[in-house]
């Protein structure tokens, strides 16, 4: 691995076939692109097989949470920015109280029925299965410190860009 000047390492171009001894030059964004795409598309791939999309798992897992039972605007402001557009969760929230999975009650607030409920529970029992096939070979100490890693850049780009 090359160093610059200041002790900086210099950043090599994306290689899927990096040997473990020049990975620290491989881009971090190539990376974490490669394992989102990778990991996204294996879940939604399981969740496909049993007519679910991971967006109703985001909903339902966020009407179940909270110590009061949230509006439709809380969850579609919450969620949007992990959704693909501004009116994904909208349309998912539509599409669970068309199938019975939720209801609203007299304030327009959103609960999960039995259905639902048991639409959660299966669904966090398929999400572990996935997370134990991704997690494969990695301990809990790796995947934390693989995280602080992550959250650290995040954190030090925002920093830099005043974010």
Do not use: C, F
Not at 42 to 66: C, E, F, K, S, T
């Amino acid at each position: 691995m090359e160093q610059l000047t200041g002790g900086t390492t210099d950043q090599a171009p994306a290689d899927p076939g990096a040997r473990d001894d020049v990975l620290a030059t491989q881009p971090i964004g190539y990376w974490s692109g490669l394992a989102h795409a990778a990991v996204t598309r294996h879940l939604r791939d399981a969740m496909a097989r049993i007519d679910v999309g991971q967006p109703q798992y985001w909903v339902l897992n966020r009407v179940n949470g909270g110590a009061a039972a949230p509006s439709r605007e809380d969850v579609v402001t919450q969620l949007t920015p992990l959704a693909d557009g501004p009116h994904e969760i909208s349309r998912v929230i539509d599409q669970l109280l068309h199938h019975g999975w939720l209801r609203l009650d007299a304030g327009r607030h959103l609960h999960l029925t039995d259905a639902g409920e048991a639409a959660r529970v299966r669904l966090r029992g398929l999400v572990t299965e996935v997370r134990a096939v991704v997690h494969q070979g990695i301990s809990d100490e790796e995947y934390v410190a693989a995280l602080k890693v992550l959250r650290t850049m995040v954190a030090n780009i925002e920093a830099d860009t005043g974010s």
